[in-house]
Structures are given as structure tokens and as C-alpha cells.
T-cell receptor, first 113, second 112 residues
């Protein structure tokens, strides 16, 4: 069974641009979550989608948005990039059953210059 | 607001030793606690999940315990191996897998 796939693996953008990251969950997983990882703040929850609906949202500005498609694939978008958005963005999927573990992808490393 | 702390931030031990990693959280109203490992440049791998009603979980050489009332969890690694070198993170959830709050991690190095 293929794991969680995130594309691209690396991305370099300049301030003010926007970026879209993609995540394909494990087959059969309907819940997809996004996390931002930085050396200073650690891992922080961005948002979680289930059946194309955003169920939870973390404390990030409106420049961060996401969506989920009918095949459970998800994208997140960051507009008007800032230097502080440089981070590893991790996607995780799960069966969305109570106490089913999260499965993470290897992340997209975003660098904003 | 839930806060999760992991001490120490880094730990080096000789191969073969048993070791314990610590995790503490401020709000005991959790649904479950998970332990993950992260290798450099990679995502997280789920190691163990303990439901709030459980006291411990075991998988191979790993044993995780949970004391919800005191806000503490430990991850015990028996007979450590160089392949165990990684950063270990704990995370708590208020409900299922939703909105996990992660600790800052413990970077573990096993010395051959």
C-alpha cells in the first residue's frame, strides 16, 4: 500500500508570491491534516479535512487555506508569502476512526527568499 | 491552551542501554496520546497510540505509559540500537486525531 505522497518535495519562492502544495493520502483514508514544522515553533496544526469539509483549523492567518477533493486528495495554498512561511509542511492521513493513528508524508520543504 | 513539553531536548546513550523519554502536558482533557519518531528530512512515523482510558501500550522494544491525571507519559526503549537514533515526539489530541498538539521533541543519539 502506498504511503502518503506530498509534492513537490522542495520549493523555493520569493516574498509576495503564492504557492500550492499537494497531498495524496493513503488509499481509503478520508481524513487529511496539515502541519507546519519550523525550528522555532515546532509542529503546529494548520487544518484538517474530512469528506471535502474543513473540520478543524489552527491559529494561522487567512493567507493559509486548503481544500480536499472527492478522491480525498488535498491541497494547501499560501498566498502573499512571507519569509516566516519558510518551513517543512507535513500532510497526514488517517481512517478518521477513533484512535486510528496518523500517517505522515515526507513533507514539502518551502523556502521563501 | 494545551502545552506539551519534552525533556531532555537531546539525549545520547551507548548502544544496548535501556532508556526513557518523557512527555508532559498541561491539560488532562485528552482523548489520546501518540508517540512518533522523525528521521532527518523525513516525515513522522507513528510508534504507539495510547487511548486516554489506557495506562500503557507496547510494540516490540517500545513501551509507552500514560498517567492522564498527572499529565505525563513516558516512552521506554529497551536494548537501544543505532537505528533508534531519531527525534521522538509526543502529541496529544482533544478528540481522536483532530488538532494534535505536539511536544518539542527529544533528539536521541545511540552511540555504537
Amino acid at each position: 500500500k502506498a504511503g502518503v505522497t506530498q509534492t513537490p518535495r522542495y520549493l523555493i519562492k520569493t516574498r509576495g508570491q503564492q504557492v500550492t502544495l499537494s497531498c495524496s493520502p493513503i488509499s481509503g483514508h478520508r481524513s487529511v491534516s496539515w502541519y507546519q514544522q519550523t525550528p522555532g515553533q515546532g509542529l503546529q496544526f494548520l487544518f484538517e479535512y474530512f469528506s471535502e469539509t474543513q473540520r478543524n483549523k489552527g491559529n494561522f492567518p487567512g493567507r493559509f487555506s486548503g481544500r480536499q477533493f472527492s478522491n480525498s486528495r488535498s491541497e494547501m495554498n499560501v498566498s502573499t508569502l512571507e519569509l516566516g512561511d519558510s518551513a517543512l509542511y507535513l500532510c497526514a492521513s488517517s481512517l478518521a476512526r477513533v484512535n486510528s493513528p496518523l500517517h505522515f508524508g515526507n513533507g514539502t520543504r518551502l523556502t521563501v527568499t | 491552551k494545551q502545552e506539551v513539553t519534552q525533556i531532555p531536548a537531546a539525549l545520547s546513550v551507548p548502544e544496548g542501554e535501556n532508556l526513557v523519554l518523557n512527555c508532559s502536558f498541561t491539560d488532562s482533557a485528552i482523548y489520546n496520546l501518540q508517540w512518533f519518531r522523525q528521521d532527518p528530512g523525513k516525515g513522522l512515523t507513528s510508534l504507539l497510540l495510547i487511548q486516554s482510558s489506557q495506562r500503557e501500550q507496547t510494540s516490540g522494544r517500545l513501551n509507552a505509559s500514560l498517567d492522564k491525571s498527572s499529565g505525563r507519559s513516558t516512552l521506554y526503549i529497551a536494548a537501544s540500537q543505532p537505528g533508534d537514533s531519531a527525534t521522538y515526539l509526543c502529541a496529544v489530541s482533544p478528540r481522536g486525531n483532530e488538532k494534535l498538539t505536539f511536544g518539542t521533541g527529544t533528539r536521541l543519539t545511540i552511540i555504537p
